[in-house]
């Protein structure tokens, strides 16, 4: 089962009418991720809903969001937007909405195991890994060992 990662609704409402359809009579490109696990969707609820707000972060296609190798211990939950994942700069994966990531660089020591790059605008949410089970991140990441793209 997949989604698609990316909607452009507030360009899409204002000019879809007559002779102006979304798609202009040419191909685009869909981008579609596979569907993220019940787990996740139980994660971002409680990412979403917690005791404290978290932060946000937007990317252009082609940024970074984290970068293999590097430090750091952040967990993303991304909300729009499809990212690359990339190990030694091979794209292994493509994940969309909804998915949870940087769990691993948490559980591992700190180290960032892959980098993710934005694919389309991107808006993901900041969360510490403090205020989530370490048990429950460490099931989602058996799920994101070594994903093939779709």
């Not at 202009?24 to 809903?49: C, H």
């Not at 591992?108 to 808006?123: D, F, I, K, W």
Request: glycine fraction near 8%; aromatic fraction near 6%.
């Amino acid at each position: 089962m997949s989604k698609t990662g990316s909607i452009d609704f507030d360009h899409w409402y204002r000019f879809a009418f007559g002779q102006d359809t979304p798609w202009r009579n040419s191909e685009s490109p869909a981008f579609v991720t596979k569907v993220e696990t019940a787990l996740e969707r139980d994660l971002s609820q409680r990412i979403m809903r917690g005791g404290k707000r978290p932060r946000m972060k937007r990317l252009q296609p082609t940024e970074t969001l984290v970068e293999q190798g590097t430090t750091g211990d952040t967990i993303f939950l991304l909300l729009d937007g499809v990212l690359h994942v990339e190990v030694d700069g091979e794209r292994i994966a493509e994940i969309g909405p909804g998915a949870i990531v940087g769990e691993r660089a948490f559980l591992e020591g700190g180290q960032r195991t892959s980098t993710l790059r934005a694919v389309t605008p991107c808006r993901v949410a900041i969360a510490s890994p403090n205020d989530l089970d370490p048990a429950v991140l460490a099931e989602v990441s058996q799920t994101h060992h070594r994903e093939e793209s779709p």
